[in-house]
T-cell receptor, first 115, second 111 residues
Framework: EPEVTQTPSHQVTQMGQEVILRCVPISNHLYFYWYRQILGQKVEFLVSFYNNEISEKSEIFDDQFSVERPDGSNFTLKIRSTKLEDSAMYFC?????????????FGQGTRLTVV | KNEVEQSPQNLTAQEGEFITINCSYSVGISALHWLQQHPGGGIVSLFMLSSGKKKHGRLIATINIQEKHSSLHITASHPRDSAVYICAVGDSGGGADGLTFGKGTHLIIQP
């Protein structure tokens, strides 16, 4: 069964460093998403990406964040200068159409720890 | 912005019991998703509903669009059903593409 894969599964980084989280969405999907879950809290929407550009972003997704689909298969989330409060589980998801109307497939997540 | 509320927050039951988890939301949606999150953290999609009822094995999900309410039922519960169950909704249009999540219901099934 096709699946969304994320790497790495766990990343530890020092405050102020740049990190790139990687995702390989399901190949025939058109919409891609990043979500964040701070420990003990609910999952929050960060950004959606369609047709090689950001479709929607939340207030969390500030100038420190960027997304890219560099090669037609990978989908990356970059955090330019990490802060302690960026420590969270980051989930990538993909869907054939907007997730309002279709099943979303999630990756296993990348646990980011900023020290 | 939609507000998604789940109840109960925590539920402990004995193996074999019938489980019900509830979800309510504040504004109209395009679809509602039930998701399962295991202790390792990964999220698995269980159902996507826009009306009526769906069944998959021992899991049943229902939605009442007029009342803005959905329920997830587990029949003949088993310890392997222990997980966090999350309700998430998609905007009805013109809003964010992403889902809005509830806080989740932490379910423990004891043998």
């Amino acid at each position: 069964e096709p699946e969304v894969t994320q790497t790495p599964s766990h990343q530890v980084t020092q405050m102020g460093q740049e990190v790139i989280l990687r995702c390989v969405p399901i190949s025939n999907h058109l919409y891609f998403y990043w979500y964040r879950q701070i420990l003990g809290q609910k999952v929050e929407f960060l950004v959606s990406f369609y047709n090689n550009e950001i479709s929607e972003k939340s207030e969390i997704f500030d100038d420190q964040f960027s997304v890219e689909r560099p090669d037609g298969s990978n989908f990356t989330l970059k955090i330019r200068s990490t802060k302690l409060e960026d420590s969270a589980m980051y989930f990538c998801a993909s869907s054939k159409i907007r997730t309002g109307g279709t099943e979303a497939f999630f990756g296993q997540g990348t646990r980011l720890t900023v020290v | 912005k939609n507000e998604v509320e789940q109840s109960p927050q925590n539920l402990t039951a004995q193996e074999g019991e019938f489980i019900t988890i509830n979800c309510s939301y504040s504004v109209g949606i395009s679809a509602l998703h039930w998701l399962q999150q295991h202790p390792g953290g990964g999220i698995v999609s269980l159902f996507m509903l826009s009306s009526g009822k769906k069944k998959h094995g021992r899991l049943i999900a229902t939605i009442n669009i007029q009342e803005k309410h959905s329920s997830l039922h587990i029949t003949a519960s088993h310890p392997r059903d222990s997980a966090v169950y999350i309700c998430a909704v998609g905007d009805s249009g013109g809003g964010a593409d992403g889902l809005t999540f509830g806080k989740g219901t932490h379910l423990i099934i004891q043998p």
